[in-house]
Structure formats: C-alpha cells, structure tokens
C-alpha cells in the first residue's frame, strides 16, 4: 500500500471518546502512520473540546467532540471504533454496519454467539441473531485468520484476552484436563471505566485487595466459549476477580491439572512454538514470571509457568495491560489486520518502565 | 488477676525492634494493659535512640536499644518477642530459654517439627531437636489449648496463618477433598520486611503486581504440617505468592473440591460455629467476601465463600493484617493465652478505615 | 471523676456516621473509657446496619443507623457530633442545641465569625448570628482554656489546624513577617470525603499530583480569621491545596520572611516551649522534618523547621492525619477539654507505621 | 535530510543502561527514525542481556551489556548518552570526548560554570575547568540555538528544567521581583534512581509524603545559576523538596512577587508568545492547573497560573515527566538540536492516560 499524505489514510472515528478505552485508541491512532482520527464521539459531552475532559491532549488532539450520529459518521470515517457501554453497542452498531461502516466493537454485547447465555450474565437484551453471527471475534493471534477482510469485529474482554492467550496452547495440545481449570484474575482499577462509583473511590482502593463478583462475572461465558470450542467438549471454569491498588495491568494466575510429567521447559518450548510469528505474545523461559509493569502501556501479553510435580499440577502466569491488549490496542491489531496490514502498525511502543 | 501499678506489670522485651514486626509489638504492647516494654533490643543499632529510625515514636517511646544479650534481658524481663531472621532465632532462642526467659519467637525456625523438611525449604540448619519439641506452634484459635501456660511458642506465619484459618473448619469437617487445595496467596510488600533490595524498590513495586517464589516459598511446609494434621493423611498444595502494590495485607483466594453440595450458607453456618468464641475470626453473610483494608492495623482475620454448584468447587477467601494477626498481633494473643489472659487484651482496636 | 462501669459513660451520638469522619469518630470512642457511642446517624441511610457500608465494624459496633431527629438524639445522647456537610449543620446545629444537647460540630459553618465573609467563601447562607456567636473555635493547643465547660465547639478544619499550630508560635512571638506568608498545601484524598467524583476515582488520582482551587480553598478565610487575631492586624496568605495520591495525611509547608537571625535551635526551642504540656504537638530536633506517616491513625501534629540563612526566609513544616487531627480525633480532645477530662483520654494510640 | 535504511542512522550509544534514565533512553530511541542504539553499556552488568534486569524489553532489544570502554565506544557508536552518577561522568566524558564521540551528559557534573560551587554542593571534585567551559547547558527551549551543532551538551537536572522553565517568562519580561522566588518542588520516587536505599523502600514512601534536603538540593545551584543570568543578577531562592508517592512526575509550585497588577490571562498570553514554535511547553488556560498524570511518558513541560490580587503574589505551576523532560526525552530533544534535526523527532508521544 503507498501512502502519500493524510488523503489516503483510512479514516477513522471513535464512538465513547471520554472513556479510558476510548482515549487509548486516541493515544495509539495518533501516531498510526495508515490511519487519521477524524471524528471522536460522545453521546454526553458532544459540543465541548476534547481536551476540557483530557487536559494531557492539549495541542495534541484539537477535536471538539461529536454527537452519535450513524449517517455523519459514514460521511467522515471508514472505521468506527464502539468503545460504548454493553446494551448501547448492540442498538448502535447495526446501524452503522447499515450506514456501510466497518466496525470495531469494544463492548461485550456481540462476544457471546448464544443470545439466551448474553442475557443471563449481561441481563441485557440479546442483539439481533442476524448482526451476532456475522461478528468476528477478534482474540488476534488465535482467529485473526477470520478477521482477516471481515467488516465487524467483536473485539475481546479483557479478562478472556489474558486467559485465553495462557490456556490455549495447553489445552490444544491435550496436555491439561479442561476439567480443573481455574482462573484466579487480578485487575487494575481503569477496568472499571471512568465512570464514579464506591467501587472506583480512591480512598476504598488504595492500600487494599478485595474480590468481587467471584463466579458471577460476565466474562466467565465468554472464556467458556473459546475454551469449549478449543477442547471440543463443554468446559467449565472457576473464575475469581479481583481489585489490584493500581490504574493498569491484568494478572490471571491459571491451575489445571497436567496430564503428562511436562517441565516449565516443555511448556515454554510448546508456547513459543505455537505463537512463533505472532509479536505481540512473549513467553518467559522456564523459571521466569511476568509482573503486569512489564507490558505497561504496551499490546504485549507475557506468559510464564510452574509445572508442579510435587502436585502434577501447572500454573500459568499471564499478564496484560487491561486498556492495551485487553482494548484499544487489540482493537487496532484488528483493524490492522482487516485492512491486510501489519499487525503491529501503530503499535510498537516499549512497555513504560517504570 | 488484680493490677495496680507498673509494679505488677509483666515485663516485656523485644529482640529485632527496628524491623516492622518489632516496631509492631510496640505499637500494640504500649497500650497493653498488663504488659510494659522494659527493653527494645537491635543487633545493628545497640546505643541509639529507637526514635532515630522511627521518629513516630517521637514522645511515645524514649528509650535506646540495646545490644542482643540474653543475661542482661533475662534481668529486665520476664518474656522475650524474638522477632528475628530465620537462622538467627534458631541459635539466639535456645539461650533465651537457658536463661529462664519465655520466649514468643516470629521467625519460621521452630514452625516446622520436621530438621530435614526444614533444611530443605529454609537453607539453614535446622535447630537442635530437643529444643524444636519444646515449642508450641501458636495458631491461637486451632491451637490455643497448647499455649496455655507454655513457655515457648513459634509463632505462625503470615501466609499459613490466613491459610489455615481459612482451610481449616471446612477440611476438618470433611467437606473438602484434602488433595485438590489450591492457595493463591497476595500480599502487601511489608511482609518482605525492611531490608532493602529491588524487590521492596517503591518505582519497581508501584503499579505492578507480581508474582514471586510460585510453589517454592518456604511457608508451604508449615502449611503442609498443619494441614495434614487435621487431614490425617498427606496433604500437598499448590501454592502461589504474589506481590500487591500496598504496605499491609494477605488475602488467600483458596480453591478445594467439595465432597457435597454445599452451599454458602452451609459453610457460613459451619464456620460460625467452628469460630465461636473466637473474636478475632469473623465470617462474612455469605454472598460476601472481606477485602484487606477491612483488617487493616488489627487482629482480625475475615473469611467468606463462594460455593460454584457449576463446578462443584468451593472458593474461600481469608484476609488478614500481616504485620497484625500475621506477625505482632497473633504473637500478642500468644502472649495472652500464655499467661491466662483474656485473648484480646491490649488487641482491641478496630482496624483503621480507610 | 469515678467511672464504674457504662451506667456512668457519657451518652454520645454521631450524625454523619456514614462519612469518613464520622467513621473515624467510631473508631476512637470505642476505646474511649468515659463515653460511649448510642446512637449513630446517617440522613440518608436510616434502618440499615452500619455495617452494610464499613463491614470492618462487624462484630464491633452492632447497630442500625438513625435517622436524624434532634428530640430522639436528645433523648438518647448527652453530646452530638454533627459530621455533616456544610450547609447542613447551619441548620442542623441550632436545633440540637435548642433540644438541650452539647454538640461538637464537623463542619465549616460555625468557624467564620464574619457571616457575610462565611458566604462569600462557603456560597452558603450564613447561621444565625446569635448561634454563630455561640460557637467556640476548637483549636485545641491554642483555644482550650475557652473549650473548657463549652457546650458548643466549632471544630477546625484540617489544611487550618496543620497551618495554624505551624506558624502561631514563631508569629505570636513577633520572629516572622506576617505580610509575606506563603502556605503550600498538601492532602490525602480522604479530605475529600466519600462522596463520588472523577475528583476522587482512583484512576484519575493514583501515580498523579494535582493543585486544586488555588487561592480560592474555604479554608483560606478560617487561617486568615486565625492569623489576624495573634498578629493583630489583618493578615493575607497565599494558599495552595494539591492532592497527594495517598488516603491520609495533610503536609503544611510555610514560608515567611525572618525578623531576625533566628537558627533552627532557636525556632525548636520556641516551639517547645510554646507547645509545652501539650502532648498532640511533637517538635522535631533541629535539621529534620516530619512526613505524614509518622503521625498516620493518630492525633498528634509534628512540625519542623528551616531556617535559612541565605535568604533570610523561614520554612515550616506540619504533618497531621486529616482524619484524625484534622477532624475526628480533634473533635474528641474538645470533648475531653469540654467535659474537664484528660485531653488525651481515648486518644493514646501511636501513629499506625508503616 | 534523507533516509533509506540503518546504513544512514547515527549510531548511539547509552552508558548506564541499567539505571531508569538509561532505560527510558531505550524507550524512546528503539522509535527514533534517525537513530539506532548500537551498545547498550554497563560497568556493573556487562556482559549479560539487558532483559536480565529489564524484562519489559524482551524481544525488543536483543543486546548484551558491553563493559565501559571509550575505544570501543568510538568505534560502535557517533554520539554517547552518559547517565551515569555524578562523580563518575567527570572522569568518564573527558575520556569520550578524547575518542571523538559527541557526549550527552545526564549528570550534574557538567552544569555547573563555576567549579568551586560545584564543589561544594556536590562533595566531588569538579571536572577540568577546560573541559567544563565546552559544555553547553543543554535547557532546550531556552538555550536550543547553543545546543544546535555543539558537540557536547550537559542536560539539566530534573528539577531545574521544571523550574526555569516555569519561571524565566516572568522573569524575564521583568514581571517578578527575583528576590521573593521560593520554590516548593514535588517528585516521585524514580528520581532517587534505582539504586537501594530505605529512601526508596515501598512501605516507607507508600502512603507517605515527605520532605527531604530541604535548602540543601544540589540543584539549587544549577537553578540559582539560570535565572541570575536572566535576571541580570544575583538571584537566591527558597527551595523545597518533597517525595510524593509515585513513580514518575514533578510538580513545581513557585511563589514569587509580582512587578504589577498582572492577571491570569496576561500571563497565559506572555508565556504563550515566549513558548511560541516550542511544542514541548504548552501553556494552560487562564484558571486551570496542570497535573503529573497530564504529562505522564511524554516530552512535554505543562504550565498553569494563578495571579492573586488579594496578596499581589504570583503562583506558578508547572509539571514534567522528571524521567523524560526531566532527564531522558530532553536528552533526546537535544541530541535533534545539535544534529539539525526536527526537535520533536521521536519524541512525538502521547501522555499515557490514565
């Protein structure tokens, strides 16, 4: 592809700009060398800069926001990043897939492709059959051959992103029972989002560990999918989530029984095989764990392990930071990889450390 | 037991002052009413003032520590808190004891009744047998019995104190299948003590959570120990430690197969029942998990549930203060079941919210 | 005074219960031996266990909150503290003292005797002058004697009481220029209460230093009021207030021009002397400076000094927990100079460290 | 200037690669279009990968530590960043001029003019004064057009940059009167290096705020030196500095007199006309202040004011990454400067938000 000025960089907007979500899009889409942002929307700030919210923008991004208007949004953009709250993705994106937009849902409202099991864990209504199924779902570097030339993305959670990345290679090969998974899940606070709850209060954060939602997150049918369909049979999970005192970062701290005498060695030597080619996982060598500063800021997933033969069980170590990997950087992986572009373009900053 | 005046008062010395768990006893011991502080003991810094390195105590505690020797102490006092590095109680101890003091000794040097096991896990050598048999292991509420009257007791660790808290009352009554525990342990970074290294650095710590030590940290054969005590068989575990950004607290996400179905309620009832009596463990309604901040600076240790009839596994969460119920406090209590004292005197504080 | 048993406690009620200072009113009265706790209020959570919202009270203070009703409170409680908003307690206060009851006051509306200064800064009608008049300004050091059979305080505001007991010394003593004070300002997040804002999500604080109303704080006028009266003349300062990520802490850092050669050694003899008797206030030797965790949990204020003779300029700084000091532990030594106690009675407790 | 491949990149090398300035050297020039790193250099770990102390570059940089050896420097590398101590620089980039190489220098020992100032504010021997006399003070948006085409530039300390360039508009234009400047300075931890001390120990700063040298910073001199040339004489400040409990960022709040009846508006446009064409400072609206978080990974210096006509004193505040304005991205900034190149070049990134 030849690229000689603005005027042929794909176009691209941002429905829930004033999110963490959305403003990490905006920090990584700036310095993307195919893309332009040319429209950054807000249903509830439409009108004002963007910067009255994001001071760190200034002389950055010079942009007031825009309302949420499908037919503008066809006139001013190619792709339309959805970083919309789940039951708001699933009105607004069949219209701009309508308006002959492609589409990159950040929301959870098109993961689940049972629309009974969305609304029990999301207790929302279900988006029409017909838009579910043509949903891509965008665990890059596992399905990104169908995201390849697709027009919408259902773009993954941010728990399932760092869980998945860890289980599959294992599980693939056969080398754990799917039977004794379990997930204990570690996050940083932006996961939350922007809005202001008890739950997001510094004062109730700082300087405390809690867990929530334990068995009951909405997540939990998402892994379930992937992994089911990896093994072939139904699985199922214990899935525990957790508040870290921190902005950023996803730790999951995965068990399952092993079903051979396989080494951290043989596990490191099985998980690079399978992500040979693909940048963005890196995988510790035997004896090594990941921190979550370590991919702060940044699109990597690290993953480490301890094969345990005192108990013939195996840990897994995966880290993310929760609004890269686990959202708008993955998102824009997505969208490199639809477009039949390099899957890094725009996304190869270092970690921040520290 | 009547008491008027510091004449009556036992007297209290505290070898190790200038790491957090000393400086912790002191906190607790100067508002204990039957307790006074006669000595403050240092190896590295005899002569000065204890206000140097802790000007908090500024007006609270004048006095200068002094030196490490055993005939002196056994003049200014009657009991010894050795909170002291492993491998230096194990020689430091024996000689307190010749000495006619009682001793309440925080390191892990007289945990584990096994040399070997804890040769292998420690990389000391293990203290004289004789002397090992001697100690109580001072898990108050499982074990309180034995302290009574003792004059030697190995206090717990921070890790196995809120494991087997947690573990305990559901393994006991047999609800849980003794080879499918799983601990993963988090804890606040003062429980790495106040030496200096890029493990306790503030930049390296901050904004990461990490894990360290993932089923080799030397408190997994004191959880063995005691779980295969109540189990009557061999107990293994699979046991991660991780680092949380902030100062104070444990929390124990434990995961066991349950030999029924049980439900929350059941194990709210059974823990209940389990504890009675015992005010520092308090169990959650169940549908309710404790968060560390919620213990923060006291004695307490919190615990809830979350039984999963999809999986039919049971989720125990245990939190506690680690410098409090998982260091001074507990040995505090110890103190007080020793000498025939009501459990909690001098431990009554609420914890310090937020 | 002889105490035997509750029978003889003073009955204290606590509107405001559900807030972070009256939170921390609950944890010091509990250990408080002369009064106890019977009514705890919340106006907008009546009839539901206090415990709902700070689970680390379970098992500690069994109660349902109240609503507020001055001739229940009467009937219940001897003392009200009203940690209400401003706003509230112009309109609250009057009734519980119509209704017979001493009450200690939280908020901002009784410390500006000039009402029509109090609306200017507070955008709030004024009380009524005749209750105004009433309230005694409950700087405990420095306005005790008046404290003393009181049956009204107006609490101090905390960036005022950390200013305040800072400078008063060296500006009584006529050592500084009262036209060139300069005070930085320095909170903890809990300052800001527990209300929701973006101003307090934990995002948006944590690994962040920010300034706040500069030269526009309500605190300003309350300093000023303060000033004035000991330098006898009116005084201006110049103030900024930023927030720290942390919970608790206030730091005060002054500047003021030196009227003479005055050294270190002179300024912590001054201030030794001036504090003389007064255990909350602990002056640092020469050449060190307090930090905030050394008074964390507590009621004490430290404060240090630099004098420096290249510019001739004076640097003071005071440390106090803004929960404590700056509300509720203050808000107990009033009660204790009130009723003719101890001021220290029931706040003994060493700063929590780390 | 034309570029076609590695062949045509200025060859770079880093000396103290282990260190947080070295580290974030790396960060920013692995995304420099005109620049390669070729040694990665170390006098304590040559000779093992840098992913060794620095997982977060693995797979990023794939490079062994060289040893410290002026020779071999030449012969690898054009230009050589030196973030090494102070005391060691001295010795080292006389040595590396010698070879030819053009040095950055990140280390004090070269900023201050006058050898015996150094001296005693640094406790080192200062560097030949021959050696001294070519260093240009490498402040960019101030003395940029000395650093275009020098071989040699000393790059500011962290808290000067943050001072100067907050306060030399004022300054400058004769608005403040130089003999009032006090300057009450922030920063977080990563400032103290990576080095271990209790200084930097996680409990101790975590939940913490304190001051420390304060009026003893060997910075002083450095600014000292600055504004008395702008100020066309001697210029003595009050200067504080404090430990906030993060990672990055400096806040400087600076308090000086104001010549006239100056408004927050006049102000913003002063300093806007002075900054004009230099996109790294960028000036805040009349009203607003900036905060760490706003600059957080990024070059940029933000600037906020508040004029007080009650006092007739000026605030400013300004902020900066200390690791990237403060030390690292300035470096770079310069290293455009002297090679003629764009000064934005690689250095256009976004603050990282949240």
Request: proline fraction near 5%.
């Amino acid at each position: 592809m030849t690229v000689s000025g603005n005027a042929s960089k794909v176009k691209v907007a941002i429905v829930g700009s004033t999110g963490y979500g959305g403003v990490e899009l905006i920090r990584f889409l700036l310095g993307h060398p195919l893309a332009e942002i040319t429209s950054v929307i807000s249903a509830s700030s439409a009108g004002v800069p963007i910067t009255d919210g994001f001071p760190h923008l200034s002389e950055i991004l010079v942009q007031d926001l825009d309302g949420v208007d499908p037919e503008e949004m066809a006139k001013k953009a190619d792709i339309v990043f959805t970083a919309t709250p789940s039951g708001v993705s699933s009105k607004l994106v069949p219209q701009l897939l309508e308006a002959g937009l492609k589409v990159i849902d950040l929301s959870g409202d098109f993961r689940i492709k049972d629309g009974s099991l969305y609304e029990a864990w999301y207790k929302h209504d279900a988006p029409d059959a017909s838009v579910l199924e043509q949903a891509v779902y965008g665990l890059s570097e596992i399905n990104g051959d169908n995201v390849v030339g697709s027009g919408f993305i259902s773009n993954p959670g941010c728990y399932p992103t760092a869980t998945l990345l860890g289980l599959i290679p294992a599980l693939s090969a056969g080398w754990i029972d799917p039977a004794t998974i379990i997930i204990d899940a570690k996050s940083g606070v932006s996961g939350a989002g922007r809005g202001t709850s008890l739950m997001t209060h510094y004062a109730e954060i700082n300087e405390n560990f809690k867990a929530y939602k334990v068995n009951k997150h909405q997540h939990i049918p998402e892994i379930e999918q992937s992994l089911s369909q990896i093994a072939g049979e139904q699985v199922t999970v214990t899935f525990t989530t957790q508040l870290v005192p921190m902005t950023r970062g996803i730790m999951c701290t995965m068990y399952a029984q092993l079903k051979g005498a396989y080494t951290d060695e043989d596990l490191t030597e099985l998980y690079r095989q399978y992500y040979e080619g693909r940048p963005f996982v890196r995988i510790r060598e035997a004896g090594k764990w990941p921190a979550t500063k370590e991919v702060f800021g940044s699109n990597y997933c690290d993953i480490g392990f301890a094969a345990d033969p005192r108990t013939g069980r195996l840990t897994i170590i995966s880290v993310i930071d929760n609004v890269v990997k686990g959202a708008a950087g993955q998102a824009i992986q997505n969208m490199n990889l639809m477009m039949g572009w390099d899957e890094t373009t725009g996304l190869k900053l270092s970690p921040v450390y520290p």
